[in-house]
Every structure is written in C-alpha cells, then in structure tokens.
C-alpha cells in the first residue's frame, strides 16, 4: 500500500499535458467533444459584443460545446447578433422602386393632411391646402392678413382661427378684445343684491333690450362663463288678482349663430340656491334644459289661448315675484357675438 502514495513519475505527467494539448487541438480544428474539460467552456461558451449568446450556442455554461478560446481568437470578425430584419428601403430613406415605406401606400396626399385620393382618412377638396378637406367652401381669409377662419385645422404656414376676420389689425385670440358684458351691469354669481337688476316691473310693463356678450362656453353655475340678471314681478303690481296676475316673457331678441343652434340661452330661478326653473310649473322644473325663450302665464280664463280652462284650477304654484336669470353661451367658443335679452310683463 505504500506504492500507491508515491508521485506520478515525470515521464507520465508529461505525456497527460501532451494529451491536454492534442484535444485542444482537435477542438481548433472544428471537432467539438463533449466533456474536453476546456477551461473557457464555464465561462459561458460566447464570446458575443452584445453579451448574449449568439444563434446556436447553448446558454447553459455547464454542459454543450461553447466557443474555445482558440475559435475566437482565430476569427477576428465577430458574429452579427440577432437584429430586426433590414428593410426594403434605401439608408437614405428612398424606398425601392416597387415598395413604399408609407402605412397608407394608396394615399394621394399632396399637401400632408393625411386626406386625398384613396386615403384611409377620405377624400380632400383641396390637396394644396393642409387647412382643408372637408370647409373649402367656408376655409377663409377674407381680410388678408394671414389668419384663416372655418378650416378643419390650422397649420404653422397657415394659421387660426382668426378671432375677427373683418379686421386685419387682429387675427389671433391676444389682438380681439370682446366687448364682453361689464360687471356693473351684470353679476357672474347669483347673490342677493347683486350687479344686474332689471327694476321692478308691473303688469304690462318691459325692462329695456339687455345687452350683453359672454366669449367663453359654460363652465358651469359659479364659474365666471355667465351673466346673471335679477327682476321683479310683485303679484300686487297685477292689474287683476291671480288667476289674472299676467304673463311673464323673456325671450332673445337677437341671438347669434346657426339659427338652428345659436350662441345663446337662459335659465330662470327663483332663487340663487335652487335648481333651474324649480318651483314654476311641472313643464318648467329640475332637469330643463336652457331656454331661448321662457313664459309664465297666469290667465285661466279669456283670453287664454285653451277656450276651456281647467275647472280644477288650484292656485298652488307660487307666482314668481322675483327670478333671477343666468345667460350662458353654448356655441362659437370665444367669439364676439352679443346677445339682446328682452324681458316683459304681458297684460292679460
């Protein structure tokens, strides 16, 4: 047993790196071996720019045929790593003749606007005006000065909309100053005792054309978009008592706009800290939407428009002798449009 602890001789140590050597050359020559015992195979068998392992490599580090020390070095090109697939354009950005680098490849569109002839976005009226597709008819500047007004959009070359396009002085929003309506003659709160009081009025009596501009769509009761107004109507001012107290009209005279949607519209309270029309009748209540005209007519008998009145007429609903009105504008944001109010006491 003492044999078995001696040293390797020499002469056996040197023919085991003899060996050593051969494999590693077998494994330069291309010949792969499982389990060489290669030293850069724990590494991670890649020797990658990108740090991953190229096409075909196996990442496990601890089993496979990784690249040898001796395959790297022979090389001096590195493998190409996975990358998105070349396309068919030119480096330049020219595509190829037969291709198209554009999402909408059928498009016509000469002036960017993404419409023309057989565009995903539809036609276009004028494919030199990047301002129109649809409002060539509308899309306009009629005092010269660069500002365009009624487009579909507005572009740096040619910009809007033009806040008055019968002025060439003012074009952008910062050049028109709206004769918006002054606060001493109209509140934009609902208080009590505040700016806008319309008078007292009697029977048969009429508060003189309001007038007034608001340039900013509502926003909101209390939130500044508003003109509020204040009026009475005392029952004892009637010529007649309940159910001949009279009517009360408010109504535009002149309100702005596509007459099919105009700039303008009014809510009526009896109070500041109620909803909109509440306490005036079952057609006017909570939930009604604004008003171009509102009526509160009183008469039961001739000459009321119903030749027969209603028998069970009960005298509930309490004659409103003092409303407050909130204008608002619900179309053609920050434009410069005035309204007149008009509001009456009809004899009956």
Not at 13 to 36: I, T
Not at 304 to 327: G, H, Q, S
Request: aromatic share 6%; with cysteine.
């Amino acid at each position: 047993m003492l044999g078995a602890s001696r040293p390797t001789p020499t002469l056996v140590r040197l023919s085991l790196v003899l060996a050593a050597s051969a494999h590693l050359g077998a494994c330069a020559g291309g010949e792969f071996g499982s389990d060489s015992g290669n030293p850069f195979d724990s590494q991670g068998g890649s020797n990658s720019m990108s740090g991953q392992p190229t096409a075909g490599t196996d990442p496990d580090p601890t089993v496979g045929s990784g690249m040898s020390a001796s395959e790297s070095n022979s090389d001096t090109s590195p493998e190409p790593t996975d990358g998105p697939e070349p396309t068919d354009g030119d480096p330049t950005g020219d595509p190829t003749p037969g291709t198209t680098s554009l999402p909408d490849p059928d498009c016509v569109d000469d002036d960017g606007d993404l419409h023309g002839e057989g565009c995903d976005a539809g036609p276009d009226c004028d494919d030199a005006s990047f301002n129109s597709w649809e409002s060539c008819g509308v899309c306009v500047d009629a005092d010269m000065d660069g500002f365009w007004v009624g487009c579909d959009q507005y572009g740096p070359d040619d910009p809007g909309p033009d806040c008055d396009d019968a002025n060439p002085e003012a074009s952008d929003g910062m050049d028109c100053e709206c004769a918006v309506t002054p606060p001493d003659k109209a509140s934009d709160t609902c208080a009590e005792g505040m700016p806008g009081g319309l008078g007292v009025i009697a029977e048969g009596g009429v508060v003189p054309p309001i007038k007034g501009s608001i340039t900013g769509i509502d926003n909101g009761p209390g939130n500044g978009q508003e003109d509020w107004f204040w009026v009475e109507f005392p029952e004892a001012m009637a010529m007649g008592n309940r159910p001949n107290a009279g009517k009360i009209v408010t109504a535009f005279a002149v309100n702005p706009g596509d007459p099919a949607n105009p700039d303008y519209r009014f809510e009526v309270y009896t109070a500041c800290n109620k909803m909109p029309f509440e306490g005036l009748g079952a057609t006017f209540g909570p939930g009604t939407p604004p008003a171009r005209e509102w009526e509160f007519f009183d008469a039961h008998q001739p000459p009321n428009p119903n030749p027969n009145p209603n028998p069970n007429y009960l005298n509930n609903v309490p004659w409103p002798a003092k409303v407050f009105i909130r204008v608002i504008r619900v179309a053609n944001d920050q434009s410069c449009s005035e309204y007149t109010l008009q509001v009456s006491r009809m004899p009956t």
